[in-house]
């Protein structure tokens, strides 16, 4: 079964989709099947990867299968079953990469979803739909053949973003490096704990659960690390200003945020964490420097910038016209970004084998 992994974060601009699209691409390289899914309503993945005259064409063809149309048969009430999503192959340079499209008006669902989720409204046809999504991406993976579901969730804390993120099997949260990025895991330490009892306790309905016709999945998802993206560098190093942001950022996340989330079962063993990124960077201990929770450190594009309004990431691009700087800052990427999902490759392998 594919394993789902939900890039999360409620404060906009830490660079999800960036990270989404290069993510689901390396792991495509390694030869791994990847569906990545457009759960934002902003539907810049969609936009990224399709281009904007693909992206005009599709959403002008009343035909085209995207996230919203394919959970309609639930939360419109329609008498069929939902069926797997028709994906968009995302390059023909690889054989496993996939979009399951976005829409704008996937929030037309929001309400309704939020309404199926409150304790004690569970009523008929309302018990189909917090199992909707999860069924949805399960289908969707088998006619794939996926190993990988990446989830680019939007900035909120809104019932749609609850209801990913408690039925994947994984989480990563991006950052960037200020307070209001602090900000966002204090906050989310007060709102995982929440959302986990309000997801076991939904999880214990039979109504949603074995009589449902789209069940809830019985999960808790696991963190895997959060990355931290877009810092300046000086000789291949953080600045010192981006340096300080990154200890806090890690001291805050190590000794005040783990604890939050293994309280509710939501993180792997220390174990885990510790023997991949070993097994990854290829050192017998782990210095302060290989801080175990940073799942990657990836520096600002730069003048690659422009790279993420086209369907390829920062990583192919071509030594033709780079100078020796550009190289090696692309280089730097590629090795961020090849370690992040050897990373993630270990780090659900290793669940799976212990």
């Not at 990545?36 to 810049?44: E, K, T």
């Not at 329609?78 to 994906?87: H, M, R």
């Not at 600045?239 to 783990?258: C, E, P, R, T």
């Not at 420097?289 to 690659?304: M, N, R, S, V, W």
Request: with cysteine; aromatic share 10%; glycine share 6%.
């Amino acid at each position: 079964m594919a394993k789902r992994i939900a890039i999360f974060n409620h404060k906009g601009g830490v660079g999800k989709t960036t990270l989404t699209f290069h993510l689901g691409w390396m792991l495509a390289a390694k030869g791994k099947r990847v569906i990545m899914v457009d759960a934002d309503q902003q539907c810049n993945l969609t936009g990224l990867v399709l281009g904007q005259e693909q992206m005009e064409e599709f959403s002008k063809n009343s035909n085209s299968q995207h996230l919203k149309e394919g959970l309609r048969p639930a939360f419109r009430n329609q008498f069929k079953l939902i069926e797997p999503v028709e994906c968009q192959q995302v390059t023909n340079d690889l054989d496993g990469l996939f979009l399951l499209p976005g829409h704008l008006g996937l929030s037309e669902y929001e309400t309704s979803l939020a309404i199926a989720q409150s304790l004690g409204n569970i009523i008929y046809p309302l018990e189909n739909l917090p199992g909707a999504f999860s069924y949805l991406f399960n289908q969707t993976a088998k006619q794939y053949r996926a190993d990988y579901i990446l989830i680019d969730m939007n900035p909120s804390l809104g019932a749609i973003n609850q209801n990913l993120l408690m039925t994947s099997d994984y989480f990563i949260i991006p950052l960037g490096l200020d307070y209001f990025s602090m900000m966002a895991i204090e906050s989310m330490g007060v709102v995982l704990p929440q959302w986990s009892a309000w997801a076991n306790k939904l999880m214990s309905l039979p109504a949603l659960t074995d009589e449902a016709t789209y069940p809830l999945p019985q999960v808790a998802p696991k963190f895997l690390g959060v990355i931290v993206q877009r810092f300046h560098t000086m000789e291949g190093k953080p600045s010192a200003g981006h340096q300080k942001w990154i200890d806090d950022i890690y001291q805050l996340v190590l000794n005040k945020f783990m604890p939050i989330l293994s309280s509710c079962d939501m993180v792997l063993s220390a174990q885990a964490y510790q023997e991949v990124y070993k097994k990854i960077r290829k050192r017998k201990k782990l210095s302060a420097k290989d801080q175990y929770l940073y799942l990657a450190q990836i520096p600002e594009f730069g003048t690659f910038n422009s790279v993420v309004h086209t369907n390829r990431p920062v990583f192919a691009i071509a030594d033709d016209g780079l100078s020796e700087i550009q190289i090696a800052h692309r280089n730097t990427l590629k090795d961020q970004f090849t370690r992040l999902a050897d990373s993630i490759i270990e780090l659900t392998r290793y669940e799976r084998q212990h």
